[in-house]
């Protein structure tokens, strides 16, 4: 598999989700955000091979919108 790698500036979440349709994961990808379950959004993502600093990204958003869902 080919990492994913993206600037903050330019996140947007669509590689993110293009890898993890890649593994057949979107609802338990969805799942684990609507829950704020961040182990298994990492996990997801490390098992789709989205790179560390995109999967940092991705928790910090979840981590900012906490509560705003």
Do not use: C, P, W
């Not at 890898?19 to 338990?28: F, L, P, R, S, T």
């Not at 789709?48 to 979840?62: H, W």
């Amino acid at each position: 598999m080919q990492e994913v790698y993206m600037d903050e500036s330019d996140f947007e979440g669509t590689l993110v989700l293009e890898k993890i349709a890649e593994i057949n994961k979107i609802d338990e990808f969805f799942e684990a955000l609507d829950s704020d379950d961040f182990d298994q959004a990492r996990a997801l993502m490390r098992r789709a091979g989205v790179d560390g600093e995109t999967i940092m990204m991705v928790l910090r958003k979840m981590r900012a919108a906490d509560g705003e869902h």
